[in-house]
């Protein structure tokens, strides 16, 4: 059904584009899996074998999957719910992430038509990081992997400000992905999965926003992973403020709800009405693919077609949004 679906979108927009597809690195899944909220920190160990595993280990996998979905890109972005390496010293934190963006470049020089990379960099050093920014720019990469928070620090944080503003610099754009709630409270019932990764996004876009880093850097291009999680859907409370709580002010230029705008937005909220109120608050052009492939049970391209979105409005979340963000054809 999808590939039908998408062959019809396909004739407003040229690629089907999932701007949410994971991979691993299958050493440092090992090395860092214990360490993850998926695995509970070390008490409830995934085993590399599960199928959802394995097609982020083989890309061949992958292709078979896209073909099967109608997609004809997906982006490629590292899985850190399960590899996480915010636990780690400084340098194998650096020794990890090189390992990672390896792998993605390997997928790429490999099938240059089926995928896109994204880097992720070591946040623990910020001249690592920034080395890291360097050599995803002279490899050609254009997209930057973050976490929505460094060991509770937000991206709004001032030791962030370079990182940011080199990407900036760059043109680069940024793909934020939470690594999930370090907070034991949320591994009851899998809530660090089902609530945790909205209110993290929530969190960091409240960072972002607040401590002014969305006016500093107006060409930051930022895309947020899941919708954005809750923060499209309960601005009232924040414009609220302005009046009645003037010094939350200090750092913004605007509205918090007018901020909504300046990010991107994936299409992955799993209720066709919930996509649907998110393209009324931010705009059709804000909004890309997104299939959080292969752990989510969702069909990216069936589930824009469940939506009451017309299908001109489909295709550009289906690609065209994402190819004109990306500057390709």
């Known amino acids: 059904m999808s590939v039908e679906i998408a062959d019809r979108l396909r004739c ?26 998926s695995s509970c920190f070390g008490e409830n160990m995934l085993s590399p074998e599960l199928p959802s595993f394995q097609r982020m280990f083989r890309p ?43 792998e993605c470049a390997r997928w790429v020089d490999a099938h240059p038509h089926r995928f896109i990379g994204t880097v992720v960099v070591p946040l623990g050093d910020m001249r690592m990081a920034l080395d890291e920014i360097e050599w995803a720019a002279s490899a050609g990469f254009r997209i930057i992997q973050l976490p929505s928070n460094y060991r509770g620090e937000y991206l709004g944080a001032a030791r962030f400000t370079d990182l940011l503003s080199a990407i900036e610099d760059r043109g680069m754009i940024v793909f934020i992905h939470p690594e999930g709630v370090t907070d034991m409270w949320f591994q009851q019932y899998a809530l660090w ?18 401590e002014g880093v969305m006016d500093r850097l107006p060409g930051l ?106 500057d390709i054809a």
């Open 193 to 210: 999965n089902s609530i945790g990764q909205s209110i993290e996004e929530v969190r960091v876009m409240s960072s972002l926003i607040y």
């Open 60 to 102: 061949e996998m992958q292709i078979e999957d896209m073909d099967a979905r109608g997609i004809d890109v997906n982006i490629l972005t590292s899985c850190d719910v399960v590899q996480s390496r915010a636990w780690a010293t400084p340098d194998s934190e650096r020794r990890m992430t090189r390992l990672v963006n390896d």
């Open 12 to 37: 407003h927009c040229s690629k089907c584009i999932d701007f949410h597809a994971h991979f691993l690195r299958r050493e440092v899944f090992e090395e860092s899996h214990p360490h993850s909220v």
């Open 221 to 326: 291009k930022i895309v947020m992973a899941h919708g954005g999680g809750y923060m499209p859907h309960y601005m009232g409370r924040l414009d609220r403020n302005v009046t009645d709580k003037p010094y939350t002010t200090k750092n913004i230029r605007k509205k918090p709800s007018e901020y909504l705008t300046d990010f991107y937005y994936d299409s992955c909220v799993y209720d066709p009405r919930t996509l649907e109120l998110l393209v009324e608050r931010v705009g059709i052009d804000r909004v890309v693919l997104g299939g959080d492939y292969p752990v989510a049970a969702l069909d990216p391209i069936d589930f824009l077609a469940s939506t009451a979105l017309t299908e001109a409005d489909q295709a550009k979340i289906a690609g065209g949004n994402a190819a004109t963000l990306l």
